[in-house]
């Protein structure tokens, strides 16, 4: 069984950053793409970004490209999603989720985490 936690979220100023950790149990995280959804009030999820296994290809919503920055240190199983210059429109629950390789498409992949709330104020 695979275990994804998402961790970092909270409450930030518009302008401000804040650094997203999606970490895994029952799983090495090395050998998978990692991508980053969003779900905003309302609205439906939405893909942010994605890294592949070796962390050589990234991709990226036009909506956070410049601001946003995914990266993942294979020896501590971990990835990260920098989150710089943080609009208000950025306020959502991020899920980070675990598939074969990085795409952009949610159903490609296999596993999820419960998300981690992100608000930011403006």
């Known amino acids: 069984q695979v275990q994804v936690v998402e961790s970092g979220g909270g409450l930030v100023q518009a302008g401000g950053s804040l650094r997203l950790s999606c970490a895994a149990s029952g799983r090495t995280l090395r050998n998978y793409g990692i991508g980053w959804f969003r779900r905003a009030p309302g609205k439906e999820r939405e893909f942010v970004s994605a890294i592949s296994s070796s962390g050589g290809t990234t991709y990226y919503a036009d909506s956070v490209k410049g601001r946003f920055t995914t990266s993942r240190d294979n020896a501590k199983n971990t990835v990260y999603l920098q989150m710089n210059s943080l609009k208000s429109e950025d306020t959502a629950v991020y899920y980070c989720?675990?598939?074969?390789?990085?795409?952009?498409?949610?159903?490609?992949?296999?596993?999820w985490g419960q998300g981690t709330q992100v608000t930011v104020s403006s």
């Open positions: 989720a675990v598939g074969l390789g990085a795409a952009t498409k949610d159903s490609l992949y296999d596993y």
